[in-house]
Nanobody, 121 residues
Framework: QVQLVESGGGLVQAGGSLRLSCAAS????????MGWFRQAPGKEREVVAG???????YYVDSVKGRFTISRDNAKNTMYLQMNSLKPEDTAVYYC???????????????WGQGTQVTVSS
């Protein structure tokens, strides 16, 4: 079955950096669009960044210039490099997969379990 496993979350001070990873199995990774989403307490899940199978990327405005999404199809792994972190970036971060890219979280077929990112001020 399909499994997505996130890692790399943690506690960091404002201005710091973290690198999230999403290891995929059970699907033809190179053929899927992949996305990072996040959900803060009491808020709706929102898109953060995405990368299509061909490599083109998408970023929500609030993370442009600070976050970088990438994928290594040979390792079936997606990454999110997060720099200049802000307290408002605090959330559970999820990776997700579907055949074509979408910003709408409810359209995704597969999800990881999430990893907590906490940014202290």
């Amino acid at each position: 079955q399909v499994q997505l496993v996130e890692s790399g979350g943690g506690l960091v001070q404002a201005g710091g950096s973290l690198r999230l990873s999403c290891a995929a199995s059970g699907l033809t990774f190179r053929s899927y669009a992949m996305g990072w989403f996040r959900q803060a307490p009491g808020k709706e899940r929102e898109v953060v960044a995405g990368i299509r199978w061909a490599g083109s990327t998408y970023y929500v405005d609030s993370v442009k210039g600070r976050f970088t999404i990438s994928r290594d199809n040979a390792k079936n792994t997606m990454y999110l490099q997060m720099n200049s972190l802000k307290p408002e970036d605090t959330a559970v971060y999820y990776c997700a997969a579907r055949p074509t890219w979408s910003t709408r979280y409810w359209e995704y077929d597969y999800w990881g379990q999430g990893t907590q990112v906490t940014v202290s001020s």
